[in-house]
């Protein structure tokens, strides 16, 4: 059973980074597309940022596109989300999630992975 647990989240002020980890155990992780979503008080969950199996395509929403990066390393069994310039509306719980993918495919909405973990707050301060 593949197992996915995020790291990194925090408090932090606005302007600051952050980096994020989704560290995954059980099925082989490189054959695996990646994503991070995030999901705000009150909000349906919407897309951060996807990765795919290889590293060499991706893709993010437009709110975070010039400030967030995606990257992975395939033997470590983790994917990484840097976060920086972080503005309040930032702050949200963010999930990372998994599929079985062919190589450079990525994946952006959430009824398309199979497996999430259990998110890691991120909070930021005006």
């Known amino acids: 059973q593949v197992q996915l647990v995020e790291s990194g989240g925090g408090l932090v002020q606005a302007g600051g980074s952050l980096r994020l980890s989704c560290a995954a155990s059980?099925?082989?992780?490189?054959?695996?597309?990646v994503g991070w979503f995030r999901q705000a008080p009150g909000k349906e969950r919407e897309f951060v940022a996807a990765?795919?199996?290889?590293?060499?395509?991706?893709g993010y929403a437009d709110s975070v596109k010039g400030r967030f990066t995606i990257s992975r390393d395939n033997a470590k069994n983790t994917v990484f989300l840097q976060m920086t310039s972080l503005k309040p509306e930032d702050t949200a719980v963010y999930y990372c999630?998994?599929?079985?993918?062919?190589?450079?495919?990525?994946?952006?909405?959430?009824?398309?992975?199979?497996?999430w973990g259990q998110g890691t707050q991120v909070t930021v301060s005006s």
């Open positions: 059980g099925r082989t992780f490189s054959n695996s597309a």
């Open positions: 990765i795919s199996r290889s590293g060499k395509s991706t």
């Open positions: 999630a998994q599929r079985a993918a062919l190589y450079s495919v990525y994946y952006t909405r959430p009824n398309q992975y199979d497996v």
